[in-house]
């Protein structure tokens, strides 16, 4: 036990050695977390998504610097992750969850017109727009373009109109 404590302190008043000690440890468990989330935490990117990576990095960062209790902060991780995958399976099996926890994605361009009101209830600009043609559609010449959304994840992305069109 006094191993333990030369290694990696207790409580605020800990030296540089102890709390790099504390961040290897936090790293593997960080790890372990983000695996028991699973995929979706670090590649969807929705605001449920975010949420966690947030969480953890905030909550985790307690431990490395003393700020509360070692095993508190994993339990207190552990029931996030628990709790985010619950919500991902929760999302993935129900419309009408995915709906409340997500949104839907929303209509910015259409038929050669922009959406006003969308843009509005999105916060996007036409140049926003334009800016996730240009990147996805490799292009800014809207003739090309047959809508364009706002995803659930805040993204923008571009449907072409098909060739002949």
């Known amino acids: 036990m006094e191993l333990l ?6 409580g605020k008043d800990i030296n540089a050695w102890q709390m790099a000690c504390r961040g290897v440890v936090i790293f593997f468990i960080a790890l372990v977390l983000v695996r028991v989330s699973g ?3 670090f590649g969807i990117r929705t605001p449920m998504d975010n ?14 610097v003393g700020a509360s209790g070692f095993v508190p902060v994993v339990a207190c991780c552990f029931v996030i992750v628990l ?12 419309k009408r969850f995915s709906r409340l ?4 994605k929303i209509v910015l361009y259409e038929r050669g017109q922009f959406n006003h009101d969308h843009l509005k209830r999105g916060l996007v600009s036409r140049e926003d727009v334009m800016q996730g043609i240009r990147q996805s559609a490799l292009t800014d010449d809207l003739d090309k373009i047959d809508k364009v959304y706002l995803e659930r994840n805040g993204g923008i992305s571009v449907v072409k109109k098909e060739a002949g069109n």
Do not use: K, N, P, Y
Request: positive net charge; charged residues 20%; proline residues 0%.
């Open 5 to 10: 404590m030369q290694i990696f302190g207790e």
């Open 39 to 41: 995929r979706r935490s």
């Open 51 to 64: 949420i966690i990576v947030i969480l953890l990095g905030a909550i985790l960062s307690r431990a490395v």
């Open 83 to 94: 709790l985010h995958r619950l919500f991902g399976r929760l999302v993935a099996g129900s």
């Open 101 to 104: 926890m997500e949104g839907d």
